[in-house]
């Protein structure tokens, strides 16, 4: 390796030298804790020790169990690293561990920076070798690059430290904001039982009244034009809708597109309609729904209803979302090849409306908060490929 492939391509003011070769095992003390077994529900926010997980979810709850704390803090910090997803939390808190795939990482050498530590890991949970099966057990063994000068090592990690604080503020914003509109959603449409919303805009005191969706709305639906024949396909600018594509509330692209051929036997429905995915492995955990922002057509794993006169859509909409788990429990067929609903049936599902006018200013809130929320989604996504970006850049 030549001395100029020794240095990261953006560095700080200063520093020159070639980087030195290192193993993880001279800067890591590794240990695999006894994880934590949970007795029943005990888990309760209200006691002091949280319990960690692998994987997104970290946290799992909290316990009041005081055998087998790990003891970590601001002074001794324990870095968290899980070799199913290589991906790591830097903890500076008493916790028990959960997981067998948890690994515990502290410094070897008390006056190296833990920040850049922290860093070597998160940029090793990017390159390909990370994700080798059995990588962990290489792991005391396994050789990267790192700045001789400890200066050097404290200047990355206080920048990346603050990068991932403002990464974490974000996410916080994002996670609160999602978290706030679940709630409203169960406030602002009525319980099962009841006629009426606990939350209410101002003037409207009418109980909701019961229809069919067939009796506010029309459907529709589509299918996939011949794959063998190119022209259906090839510089194709038609939005074609497949399950892959209902990913959020809203829908403005899709993953293909086709021709004016391809379309030329499919309907090109308005946009304001809702399209649902009918047919999809992932109905076994959603029931995915989502407004069109631009004319589409759509496959055949996707219905469309169409909003009615007295129906806005933008309610409808709020509607299937508030509801995605009762209506994929009722409507869910079992015993079939892939995951799928009866939307025969749901066609002829009873539903509470309100006036068009009360529907209309949820639909309206509804819409400025998913705005928000993809916003803070927005901002998060670009700091997180900012943060990968500048991995790639100042390691070597």
């Known amino acids: 390796m030549t001395e100029q492939a020794k240095v990261p391509a953006i560095?700080?003011?200063?520093?020159?030298?070639?980087?030195?070769?290192?193993?993880?095992?001279?800067?890591?003390?590794?240990?695999?804790?006894?994880?934590?077994?949970?007795?029943?529900?005990?888990?309760?926010?209200?006691?002091?020790?949280?319990?960690?997980?692998?994987?997104q979810s970290f946290v799992l709850g909290y316990t009041n169990e005081k055998q087998g704390i790990k003891m970590a803090s601001p002074e001794h910090p324990v870095i968290i690293f899980d070799d199913f997803t290589t991906s790591s939390h830097f903890v500076d808190f008493p916790f028990k561990v959960k997981s067998s795939a948890i690994k515990l990482l502290t410094l070897r050498d008390k006056n190296e920076d833990i920040h850049f530590a922290y860093q070597?890991?998160?940029?090793?949970?990017?390159?390909?070798?990370?994700?080798?099966?059995?990588?962990?057990?290489k792991f005391a063994t396994f050789a990267?690059?790192?700045?001789?000068?400890?200066?050097?090592?404290?200047?990355?990690g206080h920048f990346m430290s603050n990068l991932d604080g403002l990464i974490t503020l974000h996410q916080r914003k994002y996670d609160?904001?999602?978290?706030?509109?679940?709630?409203?959603?169960?406030?602002?449409?009525p319980k099962d039982g009841e006629s009426v919303p606990e939350i209410r805009f101002a003037g409207f005191t009418d109980p909701w009244e019961q229809r069919k969706?067939?009796?506010?709305?029309?459907?529709?639906?589509?299918?996939?034009?011949?794959?063998?024949?190119?022209?259906?396909?090839?510089?194709?600018?038609?939005?074609?809708?497949?399950?892959?594509?209902?990913?959020?509330?809203?829908?403005?692209?899709?993953?293909?597109?086709?021709?004016?051929?391809?379309?030329?036997?499919?309907?090109?429905?308005?946009?304001g309609s809702l399209v649902m995915v009918t047919r999809s492995g992932i109905l076994r955990h959603t029931l995915p729904v989502a407004e069109l922002r631009k004319p589409s057509t759509v496959n055949q794993d996707i219905r469309v209803?169409?909003?009615?006169?007295?129906?806005?859509?933008?309610?409808?909409?709020?509607?299937?979302?508030?509801?995605?788990?009762?209506?994929?429990?009722?409507?869910?067929?079992?015993?079939?090849?892939v995951e799928s609903v009866d939307f025969g049936k749901i066609?002829?599902?009873?539903?509470?409306?309100?006036?068009?006018?009360?529907?209309?200013?949820?639909?309206?809130?509804?819409?400025?908060?998913?705005?928000?929320?993809?916003?803070?989604?927005?901002?998060?996504?670009?700091?997180?490929d900012i943060k990968k970006s500048l991995l790639d850049k100042m390691f070597v």
């Open 305 to 337: 209803i169409l909003p009615q006169g007295e129906c806005c859509g933008e309610w409808l909409l709020q509607f299937f979302i508030s509801h995605n788990k009762e209506l994929l429990l009722e409507f869910g067929k079992t015993g079939t090849t």
């Open 176 to 189: 609160k904001l999602v978290i706030f509109k679940k709630s409203m959603l169960e406030k602002m449409f």
């Open 11 to 55: 560095r700080f003011a200063g520093f020159t030298d070639p980087w030195e070769q290192r193993k993880l095992g001279e800067l890591f003390d590794y240990e695999q804790p006894q994880p934590y077994i949970v007795r029943g529900t005990e888990y309760d926010d209200s006691f002091p020790t949280p319990v960690l997980t692998a994987g």
């Open 347 to 384: 066609k002829d599902m009873l539903l509470y409306m309100p006036s068009t006018v009360e529907q209309q200013q949820i639909g309206d809130f509804f819409a400025k908060l998913d705005s928000l929320i993809t916003l803070h989604q927005r901002k998060l996504e670009l700091l997180q």
């Open 213 to 271: 969706l067939s009796e506010v709305a029309t459907f529709g639906g589509g299918h996939t034009p011949p794959m063998a024949d190119p022209d259906n396909y090839e510089d194709g600018y038609v939005l074609w809708v497949t399950s892959q594509d209902v990913k959020s509330n809203y829908l403005d692209r899709t993953t293909t597109q086709i021709t004016e051929k391809g379309a030329k036997e499919l309907t090109l429905y308005p946009a």
């Open 144 to 156: 990267t690059l790192m700045p001789e000068c400890k200066s050097e090592m404290q200047a990355i």
């Open 120 to 137: 070597v890991l998160q940029n090793i949970a990017y390159t390909p070798v990370s994700h080798e099966r059995h990588w962990i057990s």
